[in-house]
């Protein structure tokens, strides 16, 4: 029954849960929730490696989104089911951590949760599948770090963020935009870290991939405030403000009353000259450039423009914070506390106008912690997958550079951590050896994967790369040649972060999903049709049925 309960004294059902819970229990519901990861894992694994597919997805406003980024898919897509938005988690945590590789740690979940489903039709306990899981994915990181390559050197970077960006609609310009990025990940990189947040994409259309440029500096996507503002301003003193340049409104209901019309002269002759008071306090610390968190008001403008300042009102805390890295300016949260040392310096502040939007330029600044990227493409759609393409290379370049690791790519690492995991399972007795073989099987799936969407023998090519892992655990698939080749050599390499995180993450999933014997929903389903239902089956609410 959908109710949880049991019978009282004189046979009265007790219920707990109310009517209209549905409810699964066993291997109902493990199949249930396996099928669910499974159907996921196979909708977005056409899309992976250089010769991945890409999804249209249309939303309810007829908004279209092109794109093969295996967490833009997912996000995208309006999922239901609890135990699909389990794996959607696992892309999201993917995208946050490392930039890369959302859908080859969706792929193995679901090839791990259809392995599993194996072991559980040969009644082996699910607590036993999770167990060797477990002691599976540890052995596979202790395997990923004796096949790890210590290298972050330029050469290395450029080849780490070709690789991330190969299939994904940047083929012509992977060389030159592999150049920004580096150089972009190298400028703003402090003590061996990264911050991806001083990295500031700007998406205009218009153009091709091949005219997107880095700017060592700031760019912000607003204009100056009034016309009569300089266009450009050479040797920028830039001061930061968090404060309104206008007279705060009174918090309170009270009223004023005037009697005489020189009074009111006198209150908005008060209220210039704070103003006018304000715009001074600000020209007296010498600065020329003025970005304002908050709102300016017009007289203020006025007052600004005439002294020759150019000023910005309601900029983004964001780019705030990137203005300070980038110029060495301190924010100022009141004008009382704005001073000439507070001051930031660039060689040349300009707005500009790019296709139909206009930009503010910060440039020429002295070793900038924040530095801007602008990204062309001639639609729309073909900029926005480039910008996810080329966020997923800033991802990939920080985990580098951070970490400097790398590890074969072409599905190399995921095929030589499945030989040793098979070693590995052979020293393990019980039913445990059984989960690790099925870990060290759902591996291959990468390979397999890539070889299918490039329209390889799959099979043909697992049989290959396994016999030339014997010799070498840096051989994988070359997609564009079609054979198997040392990865190393063919420069196809991916940070050792990407693919840690893609193995974990995978298999705490498929562990988690695996250990759930009962779903309980309390949703109130449709009334189920009570004509020719046998007496008292009533009230079932709508229990889908038992397979």
Do not use: W
């Not at 899981?133 to 202790?142: D, G, S, V």
């Not at 990025?181 to 998406?203: C, L, P, T, Y």
């Not at 023998?457 to 198997?484: C, H």
């Amino acid at each position: 029954m959908a109710q949880l309960g049991g019978q009282g004294q004189q046979g009265q059902p007790i219920l707990i849960l109310p009517e209209g819970t549905s409810r699964l229990l066993g291997r109902d519901a493990q199949r249930m929730n396996i099928m669910a990861g499974k159907v996921l894992a196979e909708t977005i694994r056409t899309t992976l490696g250089p010769k991945g597919m890409d999804k249209m997805l249309v939303d309810s406003l007829g908004d279209i989104v092109v794109t093969n980024d295996g967490v833009t898919i997912l996000k995208e897509m309006d999922i239901e089911h609890p135990a699909a938005k389990m794996l959607v988690e696992v892309a999201k945590t993917q995208e946050d951590e490392v930039g890369d590789g959302t859908t080859t740690a969706v792929v193995i979940a679901g090839e791990l949760l259809k392995k599993a489903e194996d072991l559980l039709e040969q009644d082996v306990h699910p607590t036993i599948i999770s167990m060797g899981y477990r002691r599976a994915a540890a052995k596979a990181q202790e395997i990923l770090n004796e096949i790890a390559i210590d290298r972050n050197d330029r050469d290395t970077l450029l080849e780490v963020a070709i690789t991330a960006m190969t299939g994904k609609g940047t083929e012509k310009a992977r060389q030159p935009l592999a150049e920004l990025i580096v150089s972009a990940v190298k400028q703003v990189e402090e003590d061996g870290e990264v911050d991806k947040d001083h990295i500031n994409i700007h998406r205009i259309q218009g153009a091709t991939v091949e005219d997107s440029q880095i700017v060592n500096g700031v760019v912000i996507d607003k204009g100056r405030l009034d016309p009569s503002m300089p266009k450009k301003v050479q040797d920028a003193k830039i001061a930061l403000l968090k404060y309104p340049v206008e007279v705060k409104s009174l918090e309170t209901d009270a009223k004023i009353k005037l009697t005489d019309p020189n009074q009111m002269q006198a209150f908005i002759e008060q209220e210039e000259a704070m103003i006018k008071d304000m715009v001074d306090k600000i020209l007296a610390t010498g600065a020329n450039v003025l970005f304002c968190q908050k709102g300016i008001d017009d007289l203020a403008q006025h007052y600004l423009a005439r002294e020759g300042v150019f000023a910005v009102k309601r900029v983004r805390k964001s780019d705030i914070e990137r203005l300070e890295k980038a110029t060495g300016a301190n924010l100022a949260t009141n004008i009382e506390d704005l001073k000439p040392e507070d001051l930031g310096e660039a060689g040349m502040v300009y707005e500009k106008k790019i296709f139909d939007e206009v930009l503010i330029f910060v440039e020429e600044c002295h070793d900038p912690k924040a530095v801007s990227i602008i990204l062309r493409g001639s639609t729309k759609h073909v900029a926005e997958e480039v910008e996810r393409a080329v966020d997923d290379a800033i991802g990939v370049v920080s985990a580098t550079v951070e970490d400097g690791k790398v590890v074969a790519g072409g599905g190399a690492a995921e095929m030589a951590i499945s030989k040793g995991l098979r070693d590995y399972a052979d020293t393990i007795s019980g039913r445990e050896q059984l989960a690790v073989a099925a870990f060290a099987d759902a591996l291959e799936i990468i390979p397999k994967t890539l070889a299918e969407n490039a329209g390889l023998d799959s099979i043909d090519t697992l049989v290959d790369i396994r016999a030339a892992q014997e010799n070498s655990p840096y051989m994988g698939i070359n997609i564009f040649e079609g054979k198997v080749t040392n990865m190393k050599v063919s420069r196809v390499i991916e940070p050792h972060r990407v693919k840690k995180q893609a193995i974990q993450s995978a298999a705490e999933a498929a562990e988690m999903i695996l250990r759930i014997d009962d779903m309980i929903a309390s949703t109130k389903a449709r009334e189920p049709d009570m004509e020719g239902m046998p007496p008292g089956m009533g009230g079932m609410g709508g229990m889908p049925p038992m397979m």
